[in-house]
């Protein structure tokens, strides 16, 4: 298996700018002000803390892909980031050990356009994997 870093958790909040200052005030420092993901329709933004990365994501539509989880959920967090020395060869053997590829590997703006690929697993919940 290629080595894999967490990258970031990612949290679910319907509020983004009231998220961040809350974040804030338990002394996170903003990494990366809000951007809008137009194919997830969702607000993003990075803030970090101790060499923790929390991203915060608030969906801008009903249609947004994590509505409905945020509906279900509330705020919450909901995924774990994980980048590899070789994505491609990670994804062929989470897919391998049980992973089910939720979306295709596509181009995430508010990480620079790197691809990312969001995957589930029945035991651990959601994953993503970040292509660098």
Do not use: W
């Not at 958790?9 to 809350?22: D, M, N, R």
């Not at 996170?28 to 970090?48: H, S």
């Not at 995924?79 to 062929?92: K, L, N, R, S, V």
Request: glycine residues 6%.
């Amino acid at each position: 298996m290629p080595t894999l870093k967490i990258h970031h958790i990612g949290y679910l909040v319907k509020k983004i700018e009231k998220a961040k200052q809350t974040f804030e005030t338990l002394g996170y420092q903003l990494e990366q002000d809000t951007v809008y993901d137009e194919l997830r329709k969702v607000n993003i933004c990075f803030l970090i803390k101790d060499g923790y990365r929390v991203e915060l994501v608030s969906p801008v539509s009903e249609d947004s892909v994590v509505s409905g989880l945020l509906k279900k959920y509330k705020n919450a967090p909901y995924h774990i980031c994980y980048e590899a020395d070789d994505a491609e060869a990670a994804y062929q053997e989470l897919t391998g050990s049980g992973f089910t590829a939720i979306d295709t590997p596509t181009p995430a703006p508010a990480l620079g356009g790197c691809n990312v690929v969001f995957l589930m697993s029945p035991v651990i919940g959601m994953v993503e994997l970040l292509y660098r």
